[in-house]
T-cell receptor
C-alpha cells in the first residue's frame, strides 16, 4: 500500500543540484513528509522532514507544494558520496509509529 | 556523535537454530525499532518498542520473533528457530521522541544455511 511514488532512478553530475521528486497525492492533513537515504547496504539515514512549509538543513532542502500532494528533495551540490537510494515517506506523528519504506529513487552522481 | 551500534555485523547459522541480534541504542532515546532488508528488496518494519513493551509489530514479526531490553542499554531481537527466508540484513533504530527522525545502526547480516 504505497503512499508515495518516486522515479526508480536518476542521474546527476557532481557539483550540480539533484532534485528528487515524490508524489504523495493521498497524504492526510496530519501526515509529515520524511526523506531518508540508504548508501549501499548501510542503515538508512535521516535527511529532512516537513509538514507544509519548506525546510532546509545542512544536508538538503525540502520543497512541499501548497496542496501537499508532492514534494522535492534538493541536494544543492551533489557529490559522489550522495550516490544512494532516496526514500520519500509519509508518516503520522507519534513515537511508536513506523516508517514504511518504498522502493525509493536510486540517485547516481557521476563526474 | 552518538550512534546506534549493532552486533554481530555478520552471523551465519544453520536452519532451526536460535539467533540473537544485539543493539545498543543511543543512550537518551526512548523508542526502539527493528527493521529488516532481504537482499535486493525493501526495508521492512518488524517491530517498535517503547516503555518496555511492543508498540506495534508487522505480520512478519510472528511467534518466532521476540524483542527484549534486558538491562536498560541493550535491545535484542531473538529468532527462535531460523528459516532460510530469515536471511537478511537486520537494522536496529532508535529515536528520542515521536518525531520520526530515526537513527539506524549499520545492520547485522544474518545468513541462514
Amino acid at each position: 500500500d504505497a503512499k508515495t511514488t518516486q522515479p526508480p532512478s536518476m542521474d546527476c553530475a557532481e557539483g550540480r543540484a539533484a532534485n528528487l521528486p515524490c508524489n504523495h497525492s493521498t497524504i492526510s492533513g496530519n501526515e509529515y513528509v520524511y526523506w531518508y537515504r540508504q548508501i549501499h547496504s548501510q542503515g538508512p539515514q535521516y535527511i529532512i522532514h516537513g509538514l507544509k512549509n519548506n525546510e532546509t538543513n545542512e544536508m538538503a532542502s525540502l520543497i512541499i507544494t501548497e496542496d501537499r500532494k508532492s514534494s522535492t528533495l534538493i541536494l544543492p551540490h551533489a557529490t559522489l558520496r550522495d550516490t544512494a537510494v532516496y526514500y520519500c515517506i509519509v508518516r503520522v506523528p507519534g513515537g511508536g509509529n513506523k516508517l514504511t519504506f518504498g522502493t525509493g529513487t536510486q540517485l547516481k552522481v557521476e563526474l | 556523535e552518538p550512534e546506534v551500534t549493532q552486533t554481530p555485523s555478520h552471523q551465519v547459522t544453520q536452519m532451526g537454530q536460535e539467533v540473537i541480534l544485539r543493539c545498543v541504542p543511543i543512550s537518551n532515546h526512548l523508542y526502539f525499532y527493528w527493521y529488516r532488508q532481504i537482499l535486493g528488496q525493501k526495508v521492512e518494519f518488524l517491530v517498535s518498542f517503547y516503555n518496555n513493551e511492543i508498540s506495534e509489530k508487522s505480520e512478519i514479526f510472528d511467534d518466532q520473533f521476540s524483542v527484549e531490553r534486558p538491562d536498560g542499554s541493550n535491545f535484542t531481537l531473538k529468532i527462535r528457530s531460523t528459516k532460510l527466508e530469515d536471511s537478511a540484513m537486520y537494522f536496529c533504530a532508535s529515536t528520542p521522541s515521536g518525531s520520526g527522525e530515526l537513527f539506524f545502526g549499520e545492520g547485522s547480516r544474518l545468513t541462514v544455511l
